[in-house]
């Protein structure tokens, strides 16, 4: 069944291809998922005035054009910031989703999907745009072996799942508190679960599946193969 058009912003999208480099990537992260997004919709506001102008405004709805919040080494347009981005950025996600042969979605509890969600996610955006993969073998050797980069310099990049971390830090921590009741301690744990990674450069994408982190506050449910 294609749930494709159920996704809505702020859902984990999960990515599996059987390319080499595919291959190598599930292999050193050992999860049948190899790459991982940020689903975040768009939707297209027109001006009032007689200009014709229009801007793209994050919906929070299944209304919109589907985009994926996401880092990769491959050029592409990216629409949202009107410029051709190498590293996290929007990419369709249309274009995204032909590269690769089997693609789930674990969804976003419906509580976190506020206006501040919408409000956050363009301000992440803005800051990490351009975000370079790691362009060396240490990081995916550290992952695989489970021990974090110290001193990670600003410029070392991150991984599709590292930058996805991030996010949900970014957009979920400031507004955990008025949504659940509960404080945020900042511990990835209290949004990803117990079986969470505890700092953001040792997730892979497999850590985003409900195998892994099964009681995660942020999440609804099971992944859907969509």
């Not at 998922?33 to 919906?59: C, L, M, P, Y």
Request: aromatic fraction near 12%.
């Amino acid at each position: 069944m294609d749930h494709s058009n159920t996704i809505r912003t702020g859902d984990v999208v999960l990515f599996s291809g059987n390319t080499p480099t595919g291959f190598l990537l599930r292999t050193f992260v050992s999860s049948e998922w190899n790459h991982s997004g940020i689903a975040v919709r768009f939707k297209t506001i027109q001006d009032d005035t007689d200009t014709g102008k229009s801007r793209k405004e994050i919906s929070l709805t299944e209304e919109g054009e589907l985009y994926i919040l996401e880092t990769n080494t491959g050029i592409r347009m990216d629409d949202i910031f009107g410029v051709n981005t190498v590293g996290a950025g929007f990419s369709r996600a249309d274009w995204v989703f032909h590269k690769y042969n089997r693609i789930a979605v674990r969804r976003l509890h419906d509580i976190f999907r506020t206006p501040e969600l919408g409000r956050l996610t363009i301000s992440f955006a803005e800051k990490y745009r351009g975000t370079k993969f790691p362009n060396s073998g240490l990081p995916f050797i550290l992952v695989w072996l489970g021990i974090p980069l110290s001193d990670k310099e600003t410029n070392a990049g991150m991984f599709c799942s590292e930058i996805m971390a991030h996010y949900y830090t970014y957009t979920i921590g400031p507004q955990y508190q008025t949504v659940t009741g509960n404080p945020f301690d900042g511990k990835l744990s209290t949004l990803f679960g117990s079986g969470a990674p505890a700092s953001e450069d040792l997730f892979t994408p497999g850590h985003y599946t409900w195998t892994n982190t099964p009681n995660a506050s942020i999440f609804s449910g099971n992944e859907e193969i969509i």
